[in-house]
Nanobody, 124 residues
Framework: QVQLVESGGGSVQAGGNLTLSCKISGGYSYINYCMAWFRQAPEKEREGVAAVGDGSTFYVDSVKGRFTISRDNGKNTAYLQMNSLKPEDTAMYFC??????????????????WGQGTQVTVSS
């Protein structure tokens, strides 16, 4: 049974930084998965933030230049480094395994497994 566990969320002031982690366990070798980060603010739809495949990365425009997605295959973990955080980045952040074929679209429907989420709150 594949499981994803996020960590690293918290509360920061605008301009601050956070790094989220997503550890995957069970199932096939981690290296076979494409990974993605999504976020969902209250009363808003879940939004794709970033994804990482086999050497390729994709970002939603609103986080380009501020967020960096990466993965450590040896640790079965994906990361989301978030710099220069803004109040509008406030949301619950979820990691998931995403279709490697459709990865660039960052769509929730292309995610097969989700973690439980970690809250990020940015105050002004």
């Amino acid at each position: 049974q594949v499981q994803l566990v996020e960590s690293g969320g918290g509360s920061v002031q605008a301009g601050g930084n956070l790094t989220l982690s997503c550890k995957i366990s069970g199932g096939y070798s981690y290296i076979n998965y494409c990974m993605a980060w999504f976020r969902q603010a209250p009363e808003k739809e879940r939004e794709g933030v970033a994804a990482v495949g086999d050497g390729s990365t994709f970002y939603v425009d609103s986080v380009k230049g501020r967020f960096t997605i990466s993965r450590d295959n040896g640790k079965n973990t994906a990361y989301l480094q978030m710099n220069s955080l803004k109040p509008e980045d406030t949301a619950m952040y979820f990691c998931g395994t995403i279709s490697c074929v459709r990865i660039k679209w960052l769509l929730p429907d292309d995610v097969s497994r989700w973690g439980q989420g970690t809250q990020v709150t940015v105050s002004s």
